[in-house]
């Protein structure tokens, strides 16, 4: 069986077992909407790697659809459905990107965060995977890079970097006004002195 909605389609295998969570409420149905307060907070709450280490790999993710709600929710399926879901191009990629591609995640509602669902197929704008359980899927853009990271010189390895000379001290300011009484002193004393010895020469 087959269904569509605004581009978003859903395949459901002739041989597939169905087992709705609610035996009142029977009626698949697939649902595009605007994705919620809290599926727009949790953005990328799933994807974001830890970037505490140095030269760890980070990661942007960018929703790049509508939400799609299959209905009703908690219905399995086995073997699983394969959902359809559009996706504009996204944004360009950001300077330092080492990776980026497109992948369907899965709305946890009770741990309120998105989960991306292993096995993509991209083909015409269009993301496709299998899954076994109805939720709200929407298609995301994963971006991967790697921020710089910066090294701190080890403290007292070598640097090529020349250390710069110590400011040169100021000699102490010589006053004039205190040298030249010593001087004029020691001449008189000298004076004297040579006085002295030639009055006993000649006595």
Known sequence: MTGSNKGTALAIPAASRVVFADEDDQEVAVSVVEPSADMLSSIG???????????????????????VYLSPSGTTFDPPVTVGIPFTAGTSRRAGTTESRKAIHRYNTAL???????????????????????????VFDIETFTAPVTTPSPA?????????????????????????????????VLVLALVAMLFVSRY
């Open 45 to 67: 709450a799933d994807a974001s790697s830890d970037a505490s280490e140095p030269g760890a790999p980070a990661q942007v993710v960018t929703l790049v659809s509508k939400a």
């Open 112 to 138: 309120k965060i998105w989960e991306e669902k292993p096995g993509t197929v991209i083909t015409a704008g269009v993301a496709s995977v299998e899954t076994n359980s109805f939720s709200s899927y929407a």
């Open 156 to 188: 007292g390895g070598d640097d090529d970097t020349p250390s710069p000379l110590p400011a040169a001290t100021p000699a102490p300011a010589v006053d004039l006004s205190l040298i030249i009484p010593l001087v004029v002193a020691g001449g008189a």
